[in-house]
């Protein structure tokens, strides 16, 4: 941001949630390993965990092009999760043990930054999620987790996943803000992009663990986004907050 | 409640908000005397805000009707301040003046017992708004008043206004629970009687003073809605909360 921005003033902050806010690997990894071990079962859960997420976007493309009704993420998520058991040795979790399992998904836990800065940035601006994961799951994860969001803003309002535009603009008309007075907060520059593409602002913070320690971290060209920051603490930072 | 109740628990409390979380009158009446004072104008600010607020449901019922477009209540409020700013001595304000004064309703003052009475309640159960106003302005009175809502339900999302049967079953779909499961707080048994009509539980708070001391209170029968509680803190004293 350089002093001959024109724009307006940022006034919401709108906020991805699977892998920005929460740690959807660790958690899923330790879920799915406490109901292995119930049943004898050894495996590599991390794996697990990024075989499940791996079906999440080739899903919603599936709802995007048609191909399947809206559904919700819960919904989503155990069409994956049923076709990736047998591959981890769990064909045998009976409709109880997947149906808790699926559920996992509302009780990911937040990185360590997530509630001191969300606390800090709620001083200075609207802070909503905007995520694919549906009103519920997002409800649940914010109790689970303290997350002290203004409101929580679902793709399930607007019956578009990120990266329809309908999502960002949608957000804005929620929050009776400009476009430009909204900015995305997203460890995604996929996502990012296309929140830019509609006029929002964006901060990108980058979650090196989100894929595990060592993977490859996303492309990005320096000054594409309005900000780029370690965490959310150091975001705050940043914005004054 | 009797111990021979099938139903299932309730998980989920949806709140209706004007005069049930927040006192409108007093916060109108405040406002609206300021900035008359600012013209040397006087007059009876309740009365101003009492006709204010009397201009609400005939509106609403328009855009239900159809001899109005979906309008957000912002729009509606804005529609009625200028049909009544003559009869009280405020046709000189101007567009800066209606427009500060419009959104006095997104900085309303909440009854002393609700910040207290929502935490203790949100230990125990979500905690959500369910109200004919618009997500931007629940949001704002959200942060004006720091009221621990889990998520913030309009009727904007739904595209009806209360008492349409839509936003009652649309506010169980979205936090995922069986209306039986959900239950709406509010201070006016019209809006208690649609929800219990779509299978909700219900519980009347009332509040003596909505509408000025010595206003008549409405008609309800013994037995009628689960609970009545004098006040937030008595309603989680009577959930166990």
């Known amino acids: 941001m350089t002093q001959s921005d024109a724009r307006p003033a940022v006034q919401a ?27 004898g079962v050894e495996g590599d859960w991390e794996a697990f965990a990024d075989a499940w997420r791996a079906g999440y976007a080739p899903a919603m493309d599936r709802v995007r092009r048609g191909d ?14 049923d076709s990736i058991v047998e591959r ?9 043990e997947r149906a808790r399992l699926n559920r996992a998904w509302h009780r990911l836990a937040p990185w360590a930054d997530s509630v001191e800065g969300l606390a800090r940035l709620k ?5 909503t999620t905007l995520s694919n994961g549906n009103f519920s799951l997002l409800v649940d994860l914010a109790r689970h987790g303290a997350l002290p969001w203004d409101c929580v803003i679902s793709a399930e309002l607007f019956g578009h996943y990120k990266p329809d535009p309908e999502t960002y603009l949608g957000t804005a ?15 995604h520059p996929s996502d990012l992009r296309a929140a830019k593409q509609q006029g929002c602002r964006t901060a990108y913070v980058i979650r090196k663990l989100e894929f595990g ?3 490859p971290l996303p492309d990005y060209t320096a000054g594409e986004f309005d900000y780029v ?13």
Do not use: N
Not at 25 to 33: F, H, P
Not at 88 to 96: C, H, N, S, V, Y
Not at 123 to 127: A, D, L, Q, V
Not at 174 to 179: F, H, I, R, Y
């Open 123 to 127: 001083r200075h601006f609207t802070i």
């Open 88 to 96: 981890f040795g769990l064909g045998a979790l009976d409709e109880d």
């Open 213 to 215: 320690a060592g993977h």
């Open 229 to 241: 920051a370690d965490d959310f603490l150091d975001l705050a930072h940043q914005l004054g907050a």
């Open 13 to 39: 902050l709108a906020f991805d949630v699977f892998g920005t806010v929460v740690d959807w690997r660790g958690s899923i990894a330790d879920e799915a390993a406490a109901v292995a071990a119930s049943h």
């Open 68 to 81: 399947l009704p809206w559904m919700s993420i819960d919904a989503l998520h155990r069409l994956i999760l």
């Open 173 to 187: 008309r929620l929050l009776d803000v400009a476009p430009t007075a909204l900015m995305l907060v997203a460890a």
